[in-house]
């Protein structure tokens, strides 16, 4: 049975940062696509980072480009989202999702993902 839990979200002051975490069991990372999705109240998901091995490729959200890195441990089976500079735009609850035959121009589409975790919340608030 196909899991992702992620850990690593709080409270965070702007300009501070952040690691989340996602452990993924029942599967390999090397056959699926895999990714970060967020939900700001109010607002759609937006994929956030994700990463295709497939594909070998990693994209970002154009707001997060620069601040937010995408890493992952395959010996852990566990991916990683590191945030730095965060700002208060940046509060959201934050999803691990994963996916098997994503094409490309797909990557980082909510939608293309059919296996979620349960959210962390990240708030950036002075």
């Known amino acids: 049975q196909l899991q992702l839990v992620e850990s690593g979200g709080g409270l965070v002051q702007p300009g501070g940062s952040l690691r989340l975490s996602c452990v993924a069991s029942?599967?390999?990372?090397?056959?699926?696509?895999i990714g970060w999705v967020r939900q700001a109240p109010g607002k759609e998901r937006e994929g956030v980072s994700c990463?295709?091995?497939?594909?070998?490729?990693?994209d970002y959200a154009n707001s997060v480009k620069d601040r937010f890195t995408f890493t992952r441990d395959n010996a852990r089976n566990t991916v990683y989202l590191e945030m730095n500079r965060l700002i208060p735009e940046d509060t959201a609850v934050y999803y691990c999702?994963?996916?098997?035959?994503?094409?490309?121009?797909?990557?980082?589409?909510?939608?293309?993902?059919?296996?979620w975790g349960q959210g962390t919340q990240v708030t950036v608030s002075s």
């Open positions: 029942g599967f390999s990372l090397d056959n699926y696509v």
């Open positions: 999702a994963a996916a098997r035959g994503v094409p490309l121009y797909r990557l980082c589409v909510p939608d293309s993902f059919d296996s």
């Open positions: 990463f295709s091995s497939q594909y070998d490729r990693t």
